[in-house]
């Protein structure tokens, strides 16, 4: 097996709660990850920030990193667009000779600049967020394979929804049961090599960019997790909520929530409703295409210091909801793996 890419990581002024990419793909991505870039937060380390992430240097420019084969976007802004003031650093990378890497909904090759320098350079842009042409509806037939489907949903975007998926699959893994992973946006793709982004599919196509994830690899595990996006009440962003729970046809769905959260992140003026009003509304929006059911929480409790609140918090999550829960980062997920699947 060949060494893994040695990658710089971008995630300036946003590093870590708001660059979700970058530490997604400090955890879990198989990359040599050799510095953060944030201007922020020059001379820390990513542990620093927090507890959960690998000591690796933050350093403020491309400039400043060690050698690497690449530099990975690591910030996804509402609305995918490119902060010009990242622009340096993508240059920078480029003359150096490493690829580029992004999930971003602007599509780096369409860059004249780096187009140019990526083709002087002899260098690779890989815009992960843009679809491959042969994405049509769905058929219907995720129900169709032999796997088990789990869908992780949400009460709001960005609530751990994709970190709660490798979790789980990593902790049924552990159990024995045989596990497979459905990315389906940026991060996951980087993170797993593969993928259908589906926040960029055409509409019409979203529940067909997940089944046909859910075709190829369907028969080739026991249980299958599907990343979910976006929350089926978010203003923005309900539309690929909707189009996955649809597309993927899932057995099980597990509710995931962020302690702390009580109005939807970016647009504060929508307050959250209650956990009964989600578990009722993913189950009865399901129901028309394939009976689910909420089985259980994941609860993200990184905004929670004390480990006993924490505890608590995921108790009082899981008697709200009326189902099993756990934080999969912060405690033992095998009793919850037992007690669900």
């Not at 000779?97 to 990526?118: P, T």
């Not at 949903?153 to 789980?168: H, I, R």
């Not at 046909?212 to 690899?217: A, D, S, Y």
């Amino acid at each position: 097996m060949s060494d893994p890419q040695r990658v710089v990581v971008l995630a300036h002024e946003k590093f870590p709660d708001r660059a979700k990419t970058a530490t997604g793909v400090l955890k879990y991505a198989d990359y040599d990850v050799v510095a953060v870039l944030d201007r922020d937060n020059p001379g820390t380390s990513a542990s620093d920030h927090r507890r959960d992430l690998p000591d690796v240097p933050i350093v403020s420019s491309m400039a400043d990193a060690p050698d690497a084969d690449a530099l990975l976007v690591g910030i996804a802004p509402i609305g995918g667009g490119f902060d010009e003031t990242w622009r340096d650093d993508v240059r920078t990378a480029l003359e150096r000779g490493c690829d580029i890497i992004a999930g971003l909904h602007y599509f780096l090759n369409d860059d004249e600049e780096f187009a140019a320098l990526a083709d002087e350079y002899g260098c690779d842009i890989n815009d992960v967020r843009k679809p491959h042409d042969d994405i049509g509806v769905a058929q219907g037939t995720a129900a169709d394979v032999d796997a088990e489907v789990v869908l992780t949903v949400g009460t709001d975007c960005s609530v751990g929804k994709m970190t709660a998926t490798l979790e789980l699959v990593e902790a049924a893994r552990e159990r024995g049961i045989d596990a497979g992973f459905i990315p389906t946006g940026q991060t996951g793709i980087m993170i797993a090599g593969w993928g259908n982004p589906v926040d960029r599919v055409v509409s019409d196509f979203t529940a067909g960019s997940v089944e046909e994830m859910i075709l190829e690899k369907g028969d080739e595990y026991d249980v299958l997790f599907v990343e979910g996006q976006g929350s089926i009440t978010h203003p923005a962003y309900s539309a690929v909520t909707c189009g996955i729970l649809h597309g993927a046809m899932a057995d099980k769905l597990i509710l995931c929530h962020e302690s702390s959260r009580d109005a939807i992140h970016g647009y504060e003026d929508f307050a959250l409703p209650e956990l009964s009003e989600y578990v009722s509304l993913y189950e009865n929006l399901a129901a028309p295409v394939h009976e689910t059911d909420v089985v259980g929480g994941a609860l993200n409790t990184s905004k929670i210091d004390d480990d006993d609140e924490a505890a608590a918090a995921v108790e009082a999550f899981a008697d709200e909801l009326g189902a099993p829960a756990v934080d999969p980062v912060r405690f033992d997920t095998g009793a919850f793996i037992d007690e669900v699947f």
